[in-house]
């Protein structure tokens, strides 16, 4: 009993850090441009491809594409802002339109160049960690602490930077923040990037651990918005509070009754904290 | 100048003659269009590119042979596909279309037992010739007068291919069956039961999962907590699949695989690794060793993206059948005319062999396709044939 309990809390806890990844980035760019970014879900799957690409097709070192792929998706993010977002700053609706169609379109393109089929990517490390009677994959252990460092980095940029410090102003009061020098159109793009670039981490750790086809996106898509509201939209701390009970929650129950309820009980855990705090776990 | 402008007046003139004389030639060739619903994108769509890459392929050597002739007219046929993503809701969208604008008469698909079960009344009612796919037993019933299932269920080879295993690995006893929760998969699972509790196995864990899901960890940690000596995949994507067998193996699960169901092992060797999917049992569509498979390969790259599943062998040649039964019955527009005369197409020489029209004990009309089925092993990352059922 006590190993079964061990295995459910490292399966959740290796979701959650990859469903907070997606949150996070999500909910940075609502915070910060009350854009609701459904494209992210299409962002990780690119991030996936260029992994399948390079790792794949090109025998690159899969660490330094993990780095690249999710630079690349932050400059991709910083331009669609520029570009696509900037036009539609303040108006919610239409910038949601917008993420729509590039959703529709990213998820083409991929279809167009690599087909419907499931790709698969050789795993960087394979093999079994044994803890008692335990069995932790190694890959998802490396992926589970990869991810933990790169939220632990985000939170130090976002707690001791001026730039982390100026985004979290704006997601008070961008009207205040400006008023004391800082420039929301530096820190749209950036936020935005940012958002990407977390995306894209979490597309190319995962790009091994499952297969990589253009509809991948929508799942961590999902769960990041069922995260997000859970947390609070637009906060931070509130997105690793919802990937925390979400990723346990859906282990809990997908292990000892079966996953189709782990889905519907861990919606009904959204429904209830919304019926009882509307703004979510952590939300203003 | 008088001359010379009567001269140019008969010029024109007979060039327009020319003109409307090359294109009433050119518009003999009349278009025939044969529509394809199934699963071209996601989960399941090697089996649905099967269905459309078949029919594209038959499709593709009649019009290279100057078309199909039909009576005394000739036909370059046109493949409409839609993608119904392996929803029931899509399929009966792209079927309306391919009824009400595309004006089809003989359809592929759908591919899911759930879009097959809500798109065949559409054929029915509307007369259309289909080909239709689906595992569940359901589809096809004594009232089926149009759809013929293009491919073996496990209705037809799972008895068989269990037996073999009862004979070849006698030490296994206990079994654990996961499938797609869906009409597919809950066929499969009732089908597979049947047949494994009537060989004496013992069914430990039936397990049920939503198609999109790709962490099995908490599933198969409940799984093996059951201790089976075999987990039985069934109809499960092969790309899913093998996902199921790299974790599970994982976890610690070193007994057999089975995969009495879709077909597909390159997908599920690439998804394991081939370590992992060593010794793997599979219901296989194909030997794909022989010179016509090759070909069959070869002719599926000009049409589709290679690589091609084995299941394109059932779709192409039922296509081909039905083309031949087009032509026997002497109309594309009547399709009584063309399901009497595919009836009487049987026994037909398909490409592995022969392939007759049955099914009346199980369903109630002679309308499921039987053909030779194989059951293979994965070696070394391949698929080797084991045995052979006609």
Redesign the interface.
């Known amino acids: 009993m006590f190993e ?1 309990a061990i ?2 809390v490292i ?1 959740g806890l290796t ?1 959650s850090l990859v469903y907070i990844l997606m949150a996070l980035g999500f909910t940075l760019i609502f915070g910060i441009m009350r854009v609701v970014n459904f494209a992210h879900g299409e962002l990780y799957m690119v991030a996936a491809f260029l992994v399948y690409v390079l790792v794949g097709s090109l025998g690159w070192n899969y660490y330094l594409v993990v780095v690249l792929a999710a630079i690349a998706m932050g400059l991709f993010g910083a331009v669609l802002e520029r570009v696509l977002f900037r036009p539609f700053i303040g108006r919610e609706l239409n910038g949601m339109i917008m993420a729509l169609a590039i959703s529709i379109t990213l998820q083409a393109t991929a ?1 167009i160049l690599f ?6 990517v050789q ?1 960087p490390i ?3 960690i044994q803890l008692g009677a335990v ?1 932790v ?1 190694r890959d998802r252990l490396a992926v589970g602490l990869i991810a933990l460092l790169i939220l632990a980095v985000f939170y130090l940029f976002m707690r001791y930077t001026k730039v982390g410090l100026a985004m979290r102003a704006v997601v008070q009061d961008e009207e205040i923040a400006s008023i004391h020098g800082v420039r929301p159109k530096f820190i749209h793009p950036f936020a935005f990037g940012l958002g990407a670039m977390l995306a894209g981490f979490a597309g190319a750790l995962m790009a091994p651990i ?2 990589i ?3 991948m996106g ?2 961590p898509m999902l769960k990041a918005f069922i995260v997000v509201i859970l947390g609070g939209l637009g906060s931070v701390p509130g997105a690793v509070l919802g990937g925390v009970v979400l990723g346990l929650s ?2 809990i129950f ?3 009754i ?3 309820v ?2 519907m009980i861990s919606f009904a855990i959204v429904v209830l904290i919304l019926l009882v705090k509307p703004t979510g776990l952590l939300g203003r | 100048m008088m001359k010379i402008m009567m001269q140019r007046t008969l010029l024109v003139l007979a060039s327009a003659i020319g003109f409307v004389w090359a294109a009433s030639t050119a518009a003999q060739v009349d278009t025939l269009k044969i529509g394809v619903v199934s699963a ?4 399941g ?2 089996w649905g ?1 099967a269905q459309d890459g078949g029919m594209k392929i038959a499709a593709m050597e009649a019009n290279a042979k100057g078309g199909l002739k039909v009576g005394n007219k000739t036909y370059k046929i046109e493949v409409i596909s839609y993608d119904d993503q392996y929803k029931a809701a899509l399929s009966v969208s792209a079927a309306t279309r391919l009824i009400e604008q595309d004006k089809v008469k003989f359809v592929v698909g759908p591919l899911g037992s759930a879009a097959v079960l809500a798109v065949k009344p559409l054929w029915e009612k509307n007369k259309i010739f289909a080909i239709i796919g689906a595992y569940s037993e359901k589809v096809l019933d004594a009232d089926t007068k149009y759809s013929y299932r293009g491919y073996p269920t496990q209705t037809e080879f799972a008895g068989r291919i269990v037996e073999w295993l009862k004979k070849n690995k006698p030490a296994l006893k206990t079994v654990a069956q996961i499938e797609p ?1 869906d009409e597919t998969g809950w066929s499969s699972n009732r089908l597979l039961k049947g047949q494994y509790d009537g060989a004496g196995y013992k069914i430990v864990s039936s ?4 198609r ?4 099995f ?3 198969l ?2 799984v093996l ?1 059951t201790k089976p000596d075999i987990i039985e995949l069934g109809t499960t ?1 092969t ?2 699949a ?2 199921m067998v790299r ?1 599970a193996r ?3 699960f070193k007994g057999q695989f089975v995969k009495i169901g879709g077909p597909g092992v390159p ?1 599920l060797v ?2 394991a ?1 081939k370590e992992f999917a060593e010794g793997l049992i599979t219901y296989a569509a194909a030997d794909m060793t022989t010179k016509q498979y090759k070909d069959l390969e070869l002719q599926y790259a000009k049409v589709l ?1 290679p ?1 091609m599943n084995e299941f394109v062998v059932y779709f192409y040649d039922a296509a081909r059948m039905l083309l031949d039964a087009i032509q026997a019955a002497g109309t594309v527009d009547d399709t009584d005319k063309v399901r009497a005369a595919f009836e009487k197409m049987s026994p037909y020489n398909g490409i592995q062999g022969t392939i007759r029209l049955g099914g009346m004990k199980d369903y109630g009309a002679d309308h499921q396709m039987l053909t030779p089925v194989f059951i293979g092993v994965i070696k070394n990352g391949e698929q080797v044939i084991m045995g052979r059922m006609d």
């Open positions: 079964l295995k459910i399966n979701s279809f087909g419907p089929d499931e790709h698969s795993r394979s093999g079994v069995m994959p499952y297969t086809y253009p509809y929508s799942q859906e282990s997908a292990t000892l079966n996953t189709t782990a889905t | 071209l994108s996601g989960p769509s090697e590119l929760n397990e049920l999962f939503e999109s899901l790709k962490d960890q908490p599933v940690t409940r907590a994507p790309g899913t093998g996902l974790q994982e976890l610690g997908q690439a998804a690794g993206k690589p």
